[in-house]
């Protein structure tokens, strides 16, 4: 039986490739079991074991069992992430130069703070006739931008008459036809202003006293300054706002009615309700 064992596996050897595998399962079967009956029948003993053929034969051909194709695990190749683009040398310097620029002045950024107070360097004049507050208002305002105009050409512009100069939207209009960039807007107050609205007088004074531009208010009725000046003007009447304190919680007034009494502080809260049902351009 030995002899015919070798035959068959000789013959196994020849045949096709995709035939050794089944064989050789086969084969290991037919050595396991029929092992003892070899060595019982035969006491010469066997120069090579039948596992030991079966092993050779798979090395020869290359072929593993099906047996051996479910046992070993082949480990995937290994696999690295790309790691991401380094940054440029000089990128990487911008960006740590613009770092330590904001570490250093961390408003660079930002607006400046407008100071606590200013007060434009301004031109005074007392309006020419009794119905000229309008384009002398108007043309105080416009000094303190450095724009000298005279009250009779302004007075054409704003369309002034003996009865006065119309509203505070005449008054924006020639504004901003002289200075540049139109910077003027009007803000009226129908009725007595709001808390909101007082706090927007004061944003409006500030920022442009801090622009280098006067405001002009239309004020009607009476109201006394800080150092309690009694200031009245029932028909209504044209001032010019030509500087802050306090960060605009009060302001200074040119005043072109008497020229004795050329400019005064009012607080803005006053200088609001004294503006009740007319506005300012700002």
């Known amino acids: 039986m030995k002899h ?20 050789s399962a086969v ?55 790309p790691s991401s683009p380094s940054a440029s040398p000089s990128a990487t310097k911008t960006a740590e130069a613009t770092k330590a620029a904001k570490a250093a002045n961390p408003d660079v950024s930002r607006k400046p703070e407008p100071p606590a107070s200013k007060v434009l360097d301004y031109d005074y004049q007392a309006q020419t006739t009794y119905y000229y507050c309008g384009p002398a208002a108007t043309r105080n305002a416009l000094s303190a931008a450095g724009i000298e105009r005279s009250q009779d050409d302004l007075a054409v512009q704003l369309g002034t008459t003996e009865m006065g100069t119309n509203s505070a939207e005449d008054t924006t209009r ?7 960039g139109n910077p003027y807007r ?23 006293i801090t622009d280098g531009r006067g405001v002009v208010a239309n004020i009607v009725g009476d109201a006394t300054d800080v150092d309690g000046g009694w200031h009245s003007f ?12 306090d960060e605009g919680r009060v302001v200074k007034i040119a005043d072109s009615a008497n020229p004795a009494i050329p400019s005064y502080w009012i607080t803005t809260i006053d200088l609001a309700n004294w503006m009740t049902t007319r506005g300012y351009s700002a």
Do not use: C, W
């Open 234 to 245: 029932p028909g209504g009447h044209y001032i010019a706002v030509v500087g802050y304190r």
């Open 174 to 180: 020639v504004l901003n036809a002289v200075v540049k």
């Open 27 to 81: 084969a290991v079967v037919l050595a396991s079991t029929t092992g003892a009956l070899v060595n019982a029948a035969d006491d010469t003993p066997a120069t090579q074991p039948a596992s030991a053929s079966v092993a050779e034969l798979r090395s020869d051909t290359g072929i593993a069992s099906r047996g051996d194709d479910r046992s070993p695990t082949t480990s995937a190749p290994e696999t690295t992430a």
């Open 186 to 208: 009007t803000r009226m107050f129908p009725n007595a202003p709001s808390p909101a609205q007082m706090d927007q007088l004061q944003a409006d004074v500030v920022r442009a």
């Open 4 to 23: 015919t064992l070798k035959r068959r596996l000789r013959q196994l050897a020849t045949e096709r490739p995709f035939q050794i595998a089944a064989a």
